[in-house]
Structure formats: C-alpha cells, structure tokens
C-alpha cells in the first residue's frame, strides 16, 4: 500500500516526495532547490539566507491579519544511517518507506521522519489555500543534526514573526518548552611506545552487549557505558597481570552511549591463567551491577592479533586514570522540572589512531554555567594527564520561560482537540530553539511533534495517527494564534 493513501494525504503525498530526493546533513541542496522552485511556482517569497536556510513567506488569510506573526520550523537535513548488509548511497539514492502495521519505517535505512514529518507539514501549511492562519512563515534549516549549522548562522533581520514553532519534538502528546545546550569536549593524548616484550600473549579485551541510546535523552537511564566498564577492567587489573595496551576503542558517536569497546593487550605468558580468570571475575561483578539493565552485557577476551609497541607505562597510567576519573552520565538533576535531567557528560567516543588516542566527550545542561563547570571538570582531569583538551560545537540551552503565551495556546488547543493535557517537558537533548535566541531574543516558542522511535538509527519509525493528531494540533494552533498587541 502506498503512504499517499495514509491520512493526512497531503502530509504524506509531501512525503513521498522527500523520500526520493537525497538530503543527508551537508547535502541538503537538491531538496533546498526543489523547494525554492516550488514555492516560486506557488507565488511565495522565498530565499535563501547566507548559510542556506530556506525562509518561505505567506500572507494572513483573510480576517487573521492582525495575528501574531508565526514561524513554523524545521530541519532539512536528515541521519544517514544503515544497516551493515544494506547498500544505499545517501548522497543519490531514495530512501524507501513503507507501512509496517501502525508505522511507516524505511527499508534498511533510516527514515527521515526526522524531521521530514515536520516539514511535510509545513509545506502543506503553504500548499493549500483553505487553512486558516495569520502571517506565517517558514524557517528550514541546514544541518541540524551534524552540526546545527543553519542554526548558528540565522542572522537577525530575515524573519518578522513573534512565535516559533519547532516541529522536531518526538513524542506526540508531549510540548516542549526548553532544551539542554551542549559541547564537545576532544581530548588527544600523543601516543609514547615501547617495544613489545617477549614472552607475552596478544588479547582483544572486548566489552559488548550494551544497550545503547541517545546520550541524552537516555543519559539518567543507567546503562552501561563500554568505555568506562573497560576502562574500569583494564585499571583494576593491568597492574596485577603487568597487562601492556596497543590501543583501546570504544563507541562510535559523541551523542550515542557507547555500546562496545575492546582494547588490544599484551599478558606475559606465565599470568595468562590467572588473567582468564580474573576477566571472568569482572564479567559476574559487572553482571551483578547491571543486570537489570544490560541483561546482554559481556566482557570477554579473543585472540588478539600482533602489534609492534604498546604504550608506555607512564602513558597507560595517566590514560587509565583519566578514563576511569572522568564522570559518565548524571551531574545534577533539574531543580525547576522534575524528572528532568539539568547536567550530564557521555563519554562517547575512544580511538587509537596514528600517533594519537583521542577520546570525545559530550556535554549536556540546561544552564550554560553548569556546562561551563562541567567542561571545567573535564579539562582537569585529562590537563592533569597530560593530555591535550579542546571544546568546540558549544551551543546554548533553551531555557523554560514560564510565562509563555505559545505554550498557553498550544495546551489549550490540544484540551480542546483530544480532550486531554498535553505534557509540559524540557528535553535533555539539543533542539535548534536555544541558538534562535541569539538572532531573536523575542521569539516565543515551542516544539512539538508526531511520534517517531529509535530516531537516527535505521529501526526510525513514525507512528501513523499520531502524525494526524500532530497536523489536526497544528491547524488549530494556527488558527488560536493570539492578535498583535498594538502599541
Ligand atoms: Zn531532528
């Protein structure tokens, strides 16, 4: 069965559109054309800003010209994620949805319901000529999910609304109201060998089997991390098994928990026994901890394979203590919403490259401050490793305003609609909103959207009807749009 015969049709008539033309982050030039051509051939200002977003202009119709200007925004690009056996070029080829019971999923890849779902609707807004709305205009970003890019480079001057509505929110039912604001922290430490001693056994210590998951909004679930269980392993025993390390990996994204980590070893010969036992030792101990958790969790040794020097003793050290006292998950839970996380760090990523290990953290908050702390406490500990720390990427929080005229419209347009509340939340992850600030400190915003499962990963899902209830919200907010206020 086609998506153009799932409701809301024009939704997913706009859809199936977007699925054929390629948009991963950093590419998103074709579908930003193809939409620029579009809205010409429909008579709407548009143009491009200088970093590529798109800004669309409608007029009020009739009898809603004295609104509040709004903005409705989305994100262009999407995730480029597939699975292992699945050949797919990003950069050309479609992506293929299809309808799996109550969802629509893509085969093999991810979907780009993310945010395409969101902007769909917002096409629709400006396609049709009967929905009722004030002035309106559309705000697509470039690259939010590599780099929120657009974002960054939205200047002032281009956009006349009061009120944003962000559409990247996944879960229908839930309204946002403020975001974490974030920072990559990078640390490189310069790689010092030594000669492989002789007398030794090559290991691969491998630590796999974890869960995974959003580094942020799945930060407080207490799962394991791979890097730090490993790093754990290898500092409990690497003195008392005179363990020597090539390299040690781990994870794959700053913003993911990490699942896997290994660390190629040497054990010298005599100790190989013991060692066995001892790996075996930590895997019931780490059982035990995590079980309720990481029911698949394993740590286990395989043959490793041969290497020409391991690090030096003195590096090890100052390695497997700065792994082992960097602070992974929670810092502080949220004093003004319950339930929400305010602070936290993912110690995402460990490679082993060239002349160098680098290890990548992620930093989350709600509160600027806060995040400055915790970088500040990142940089001690590896400054006082010797290694090199840098942080980049750092974007500001979108803090919750409690006197917001949006979010009394949009929870009372869904209580009329549905006959329920909304959930008023603040997401423990980066929504585009807190960097909008800096160009337009005004704007009073919210996010909402359909419900979308295991975003970024090729198992991404939306859920059908709530891609209705989200275009039904989204009509009636638009037509319960407060008047401007006049001087
Ligand atoms: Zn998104």
């Given amino acids: 069965m086609p998506l153009s015969t799932l409701a809301p049709q024009p939704i997913w008539r706009w859809f199936t559109t977007l699925c054929s033309i390629a948009h991963p982050s950093k590419h998103e030039e074709a579908l930003a054309t193809y939409i620029v051509n579009w809205a010409q051939s429909k008579n709407l200002s548009v143009i491009r800003d200088k970093v590529g977003n798109v800004i669309i202009k409608k007029s009020a119709t009739p009898g809603y010209e004295n609104r509040k200007g709004v903005v409705m925004q989305a994100h262009l690009d999407m995730v480029p994620q597939k699975n292992n ?53 559309a705000l697509l970003t470039i690259d939010e999910e590599a780099g929120m890019t657009g974002a960054f480079g939205l200047e002032a001057g281009y956009l006349d609304g009061e009120i944003l509505l962000n559409t990247d929110s996944e879960d229908e039912g839930e309204v946002y109201m403020g975001c974490a604001g974030g920072v990559d922290a990078n640390i490189r430490f310069t790689i010092e060998s030594v000669p492989v001693p002789s007398e030794h056994t090559a290991f691969s210590l491998v630590v796999e089997g974890l869960k995974g998951g959003h580094s942020g909004v799945d930060i407080h679930l207490g799962r394991g991390n791979a890097n730090k269980l490993l790093s754990r392993v290898l500092f409990e025993l690497s003195e008392q098994y005179q363990v020597k ?3 040690i990996n781990g994870g794959s994204l700053r913003n993911a928990l990490p699942r896997e980590a290994s660390a190629d070893i040497l054990v010298p010969n005599e100790l190989v026994t013991q060692f066995k036992a001892a790996v075996n030792t930590w895997t019931a101990t780490f059982k035990a901890e995590l079980c309720a958790v990481e029911p698949d969790l394993a740590i286990f040794l395989d043959a490793g394979e041969d290497f020409d020097d391991v690090l030096s003793p003195a590096l090890q050290t100052r390695l497997l203590a700065s792994l082992y006292g960097c602070p992974h998950g929670v810092f502080r839970m949220s004093d003004e919403v319950e339930g929400v996380v305010e602070t936290s760090n993912n110690l995402g990523v460990i490679q082993t490259r060239g002349k160098e290990i680098y290890v990548q953290c992620l930093i989350r908050s709600l509160m600027d401050s806060r995040r400055i702390d915790a970088q500040n406490t990142i940089a001690s500990i590896f400054t006082l490793a010797g290694a090199a720390v840098d942080f980049t990427g750092a974007y500001p929080g979108w803090k919750p305003e409690s006197s917001s005229q949006i979010m009394d419209v949009v929870r009372d347009t869904y209580h009329e609609l549905f006959g329920e509340m909304p959930k008023i939340m603040v ?61």
């Fill in 245 to 247: 390390i090539n390299a």
């Fill in 427 to 487: 997401i423990h992850a980066g929504l585009e909103c807190g960097l909008f600030k800096d160009a337009y400190p005004q704007w009073d915003m919210v996010s909402y959207g359909p419900t979308i499962r295991f975003p970024h990963s090729p198992d991404e899902k939306v859920k059908i009807d709530t891609v209705e209830r989200f275009w039904q919200l989204t009509l009636a907010i638009l037509k319960n749009i407060p008047e401007k206020v006049t001087a």
């Fill in 85 to 137: 056996d699945t050949v797919h070029n990003f950069l050309t080829d479609p992506i293929k949805p299809y309808i799996d019971g109550e969802w629509v999923t893509a085969q093999g890849t991810t979907l780009g319901a993310d945010n395409g779902i969101g902007l769909c609707a917002i096409l629709c807004v400006f396609d049709d000529e009967t929905i009722e709305h004030g002035p309106l205009e």
